[in-house]
DNA sequence: TATAATTAAATTGTGCACAATTTAATTTAA
DNA sequence: TTAAATTAAATTGTGCACAATTTAATTATA
């Protein structure tokens, strides 16, 4: 095996590039069945917090997603044109956006429910697989840098 | 615990979540590291493959980092701008655009050949988990869905 | 060999991501 | 208590991603 002080360079020794064609791949398998109920696959998550939490300010929101304000107040915008939620200014602290679900995004829950199963058939891991990499996904995410 | 129909509907039950999360997590810890050379995490992958197969043209470009000619055609224009690379078309095949690697292309190979290193001490991963989320990850990639 | 089908890039339009800045509200501290 | 510091969203601007369409070149076929 030819050596150089350049393999590290090399696209197939790296770490990050899997995860993150992995990442796009995954999304993209989501989005036929993310068409049918009309969400994006960001919108989707934010729907799952929604779905468990009923109410959340952005900044909390952003701390369940990874996401900033940046990305999150454009796509409230659209959950909230779509009718799955309502943003309101809180009244106790008026910085706060509290975002709220609706009875329709209450709705969507029983479309959205069958996604999941839906997905497990377009995967090809053991169930060990799946759970050795989810505890290494998360051990990355849980290492402040 | 208590159980529901919509467990399966759970942030913390998604395992494509938390990849979605880390990849963008990795590509920011890049970040410090790129800005440094001028480069996105895109065009640091882009870049991977050109000091590696130093031609190549879009299509392949693309096969390599699962990207199109949406993303790839502004990204190389952008590369070019800077002087990493050239665009012309194939003469056998008008087509073809194929890409080239220039000297300065070649000479930033030098400065970037760090960063794998640099990055090294970003990760909190043991040997073992770092080959097992790679392998795990590539058989993702390898399944045509 | 014309015509149809295919192929490769480029283009168009939408939706993230995210750094950096701005705006407005609240909290802290002099 | 008021001025400074902090905080939460929103805004601005850049750069992907990607579906869908267009353009132009090549190949296959009637």
């Known amino acids: ?3 150089s002080k350049y393999d590290a360079l090399k696209l197939e020794n790296q770490l990050c590039f899997p995860l ?8 993209k398998r989501y ?3 993310l068409d049918e109920i009309g969400l ?3 919108q989707y998550i934010a729907m799952m ?21 940046g990305t999150l107040t454009p796509l409230l915008k659209k959950l909230e044109s779509k009718g799955y939620v309502t943003r309101m200014r809180s009244d106790k602290d008026e910085r706060n956006l509290v975002v709220a679900i609706t009875e329709d995004g209450e709705k969507l829950k029983d479309k959205a429910v069958e996604i999941p199963y839906q997905i497990a058939g377009c995967t090809n891991l053991t ?3 799946g759970v050795q990499l989810y505890g290494i996904l998360y051990k990355i995410l849980g290492k402040t840098p």
Do not use: H
């Open 1 to 3: 095996m030819k050596q």
């Open 20 to 27: 993150y064609a992995c990442s796009r791949e995954i999304v």
């Open 31 to 33: 989005k036929p069945f």
């Open 40 to 42: 994006t696959y960001t």
């Open 49 to 69: 917090v929604m779905w468990e939490r009923k109410s959340v300010n952005v900044k909390e929101l952003g701390e369940c997603l990874y996401l900033d304000s």
């Open 127 to 129: 169930p060990e697989e």
